[in-house]
């Protein structure tokens, strides 16, 4: 199993931009979660789904847009990427409603200039 | 508005010695309580958890201290070795949907 999959490692963008985060899972977990990560700011969660088709607002939604349409994918939209979305973006997954364990990628480390 | 409150900032400990890390929320919803490790340039990975209905729970060297009265819980590391150099979280959640994170410790464990 590759556990989760986050796609690109790095990215630098240009405000006003489009990109969508890849988050990839391989053990038919039906929990993913999105959080971003800033210095003293710990991880705060933005978008969550429990199952194909449902997906919820987290903590910081506003600026990022997600679906589900499989079990196995989560992507992550920054429709107008601004300075303030730059940060370390990771998705986890966990096998049922409870959410635990949580099973988190390495991250994409997201400049926008 | 930080729902789960952490510190400290950084730890510096000597090998052998104990690592303490508190935490300390509001929301008396919260049921689940994970503590996470984190090495530089990865995820987050969980560590040892509890729920409100236990005052300790011990995995190897790692202990949870609960106190459901003070809203606190502490992550104690016993006999801190080197290896335990990391960034740790505390979080909380509610059912298991949306977790609230601490603001993180950095703990250097000095040979």
């Known amino acids: 199993n590759a556990g989760v999959t986050q796609t690109p490692k790095f990215q630098v963008l240009k405000t006003g931009q489009s990109m969508t985060l890849q988050c990839a899972q391989d053990?038919?977990?039906?929990?993913m979660s999105w959080y971003r990560q800033d210095p003293g700011m710990g991880l705060r969660l933005i978008h969550y789904?429990?199952?194909?088709?449902?997906?919820d607002q987290g903590e910081v939604p506003n600026g990022y847009n997600v679906s589900r349409s499989t079990t196995e994918d989560f992507p992550l939209r920054l429709l107008s990427a601004a300075p303030s979305q730059t940060s370390v973006y990771f998705c986890?997954?966990?096998?049922?409603?409870?959410?635990?364990?949580?099973?988190f990628g390495d991250g994409t480390r997201l400049s926008i200039l | 508005q930080q729902q789960v409150k952490q510190s400290p900032q950084s730890l510096i400990v000597q090998k052998g010695g104990i690592s303490i890390i508190n935490c300390a929320y509001e929301?008396?919803?919260?049921?689940?309580f994970p503590w996470y490790q984190q090495f530089p340039g990865k995820g987050p990975a969980l560590l040892i958890a509890?729920?409100?209905?236990?005052s300790e729970k011990k995995e190897g060297r790692f202990t949870i201290s609960f106190n459901k009265s003070a809203k606190q819980f502490s992550l104690h590391i016993m006999d801190s070795q080197p290896g335990d150099s990391a960034t740790y979280f505390c979080?909380?959640?509610?059912?298991?949907?949306?977790?609230?994170f601490g603001t993180g410790t950095s703990l250097t464990v000095i040979p």
């Open positions: 986890a997954s966990s096998w049922d409603r409870e959410g635990q364990p949580q099973h």
């Open positions: 053990m038919n977990h039906e929990y």
């Open positions: 789904s429990v199952g194909a088709g449902i997906t």
């Open positions: 929301n008396t919803a919260f049921d689940y």
């Open positions: 509890i729920r409100p209905d236990v």
């Open positions: 979080a909380a959640s509610v059912g298991g949907n949306q977790f609230y």
